[in-house]
């Protein structure tokens, strides 16, 4: 198993460009989750899915939206992207009462 | 708002030392306790979850609850340089077990110097 994967590791965007942040798993878990966490944060939680076709926002869902449109797959849609989303994203999916998660996408908004 | 609150360090240890690592937490009813580590630039990991108030042990690792004080903790025996990590505390949101939301705190940061 892969486990969970995001794309890319690394971008940079110019202020009001828009990007997709890509997230599978290949455990067959139902619930996925967005978070964000900056320098020397915590993780701050974006939004989450408890499976296919359902979605809901978590404490910071301002400027992103999100889509389970199969199991395998939670994208992150960033629309008109603003310096204040400069972040490290992770996507996580749960299985009982851990949360896996994946490598990161080290997000930079210039 | 709900929050958790760490210590974010650094917290430095000798090798072989018990390092103990503190959070508290505002929600009352929060029913799940967690414990990531997380190494520099790497995602997190869980290291053991607690329910009940009392003492959880895993091998080097207990982890701590009183409810009533609101408080959790990590204890990590013989610490060795490869625990030297940043710990984040997470608390479930009350009424969301089904979901699994959950807050997390700050972190702190672990140094084991050998």
């Known amino acids: 198993n892969a486990g969970v994967t995001q794309t890319p590791k690394f971008r940079i965007l110019k202020i009001g460009q828009s990007m997709t942040l890509q997230c599978a798993q290949d455990?067959?878990?139902?619930?996925m989750y967005w978070y964000r966490q900056d320098p020397g944060m915590g993780l701050k939680l974006i939004y989450y899915?408890?499976?296919?076709?359902?979605?809901d926002k978590g404490e910071v869902p301002n400027g992103y939206n999100v889509s389970r449109s199969t199991t395998e797959d939670f994208p992150l849609r960033l629309e008109l992207a603003a310096p204040s989303q400069t972040s490290v994203y992770f996507c996580?999916?749960?299985?009982?009462?851990?949360?896996?998660f994946g490598p990161g996408t080290r997000l930079t908004v210039l | 708002q709900k929050e958790v609150e760490q210590n974010s360090g650094p917290l430095s240890v000798p090798e072989g030392a018990i390092a103990s690592l503190n959070c508290t937490y505002s929600d009352r009813g929060s029913q799940s306790f967690f414990w990531y580590r997380q190494y520099s630039g790497k995602s997190p990991e869980l290291i053991m979850f607690?329910?009940?108030?009392g003492d959880k042990e895993d091998g080097r690792f207990t982890a701590q609850l009183n409810k009533a004080s609101q408080y959790v903790s990590l204890l990590i025996r013989d610490s060795q340089p490869s625990d030297s990590a940043t710990y984040l505390c997470?608390?479930?949101?009350?009424?969301?077990?089904?979901?699994?939301?959950?807050?997390f705190g700050q972190g702190t940061t672990l140094q084991v110097k050998p």
């Open positions: 899915s408890v499976g296919a076709g359902i979605t």
């Open positions: 455990m067959n878990h139902n619930y």
């Open positions: 996580a999916s749960r299985q009982n009462n851990e949360q896996f």
């Open positions: 607690i329910y009940s108030n």
């Open positions: 997470a608390v479930n949101i009350a009424g969301s077990s089904n979901t699994g939301k959950l807050i």
